[in-house]
């Protein structure tokens, strides 16, 4: 039985967990730590998906803002979560678990094409799935690609995997007033422009009733304690 009250749940890795202490890219102890991580929690007995951001790659909005056109430049965006995907692909299998990257953007020769009942098999099967290339479009972000695989998979959360300790009235890192929430609502982060999420990410989890974990991933066992309800976090529900 598993040690956890949900059968199925998706992590959202923002590409800047992956950076470490480097400004830009993959830092490979990083990676190693929070794939070990992600396989700790699926060894709990939880169905694992994956969603990967890119951000220590490349962003849209800064290409755009450099003369690239937006829709390129989200494109390249897109193709940044391939690689950090791939990479946390490798590691989770070189911690002894199964893993299978999912592409929302084709590239058959790398990935498997994203396809959610494929998805579900793998999952069946105890695999991790890792979710490449967010929702495939541009003018989107991976934490609302995140949202839409938690909910057309049937995830029972969504935990959103921060570099803080959950969500704040404002940014902890710049304001010493800001201040700590232990729950909230979906509509609440979306009336007070919580910037942790987008407020396309929380208005489809809203729609979807998906309860969002909001924790940091800077500790090792993070992603386990907060599955266990014991790790510190703030919980967004309907
Ligand atoms: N992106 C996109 N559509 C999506 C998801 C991502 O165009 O559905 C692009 C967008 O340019 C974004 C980049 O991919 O800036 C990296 O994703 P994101 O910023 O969400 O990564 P994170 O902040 O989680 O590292």
Same mark, same amino acid.
């Given at each position: %039985?598993?040690?956890?009250?949900?059968?199925?749940? !998706?992590?959202?890795?923002?590409?800047?967990?992956?950076?470490?202490?480097?400004?830009?890219?993959?830092?490979?102890?990083?990676?190693?730590?929070?794939?070990?991580?992600?396989?700790?929690?699926?060894? !709990?007995?939880?169905?694992?998906?994956?969603?990967?951001?890119? *951000?220590?790659?490349?962003?849209?909005?800064?290409?755009?803002?450099?003369?690239?056109?937006?829709?390129?430049?989200?494109?390249?965006?897109?193709?940044?979560?391939?690689?950090?995907?791939?990479?946390?692909?490798?590691?989770?299998? @070189?911690?002894?678990?199964?893993?299978?990257?999912?592409?929302?953007?084709? %590239?058959?020769?790398?990935?498997?094409?994203?396809?959610?009942?494929?998805?579900?098999?793998?999952?069946?099967?105890?695999?991790?799935?890792?979710?490449?290339?967010?929702?495939?479009?541009?003018?989107?972000?991976?934490?609302?690609?995140?949202?839409?695989?938690?909910?057309?998979?049937?995830?029972? @959360?969504?935990?959103?995997?921060?570099? &803080?300790? *959950?969500?704040?009235?404002?940014?902890?890192?710049?304001?010493?007033?800001?201040?700590?929430?232990?729950?909230?609502?979906?509509?609440? @982060?979306?009336?007070?422009?919580?910037?942790?999420?987008?407020?396309?990410?929380? @208005?489809?989890?809203?729609?979807?009733?998906?309860?969002?974990?909001?924790?940091?991933?800077?500790?090792?066992?993070? &992603?386990?304690?907060?599955?266990?309800?014991? *790790?510190?976090?703030?919980?967004?529900?309907?």
């Amino acid at each position: %039985m598993s040690a956890v009250p949900y059968r199925r749940v !998706l992590v959202k890795v923002s590409g800047e967990a992956l950076m470490g202490p480097d400004a830009f890219g993959l830092h490979p102890p990083t990676v190693t730590r929070i794939a070990a991580d992600l396989a700790d929690a699926r060894a !709990l007995g939880v169905e694992l998906a994956v969603v990967v951001g890119g *951000g220590n790659i490349f962003r849209g909005v800064q290409g755009a803002a450099k003369g690239l056109d937006r829709a390129t430049a989200d494109q390249l965006g897109m193709l940044a979560t391939v690689m950090n995907a791939l990479a946390l692909e490798a590691a989770i299998e @070189a911690a002894g678990t199964p893993a299978r990257t999912m592409s929302a953007v084709a %590239m058959p020769t790398v990935c498997e094409p994203y396809s959610r009942q494929k998805a579900l098999s793998h999952l069946a099967k105890g695999r991790v799935v890792l979710l490449a290339g967010g929702t495939g479009n541009p003018f989107f972000t991976t934490d609302t690609g995140g949202a839409l695989r938690a909910a057309e998979l049937g995830c029972g @959360a969504l935990l959103k995997a921060t570099n &803080v300790d *959950g969500v704040y009235s404002s940014d902890p890192k710049a304001d010493p007033a800001a201040v700590r929430y232990e729950r909230l609502t979906h509509s609440e @982060a979306i009336d007070r422009q919580l910037g942790v999420m987008d407020a396309a990410a929380f @208005a489809l989890a809203r729609e979807s009733r998906m309860p969002i974990i909001v924790f940091s991933i800077q500790e090792p066992g993070a &992603v386990t304690a907060v599955l266990r309800g014991e *790790g510190r976090a703030t919980l967004v529900t309907a």
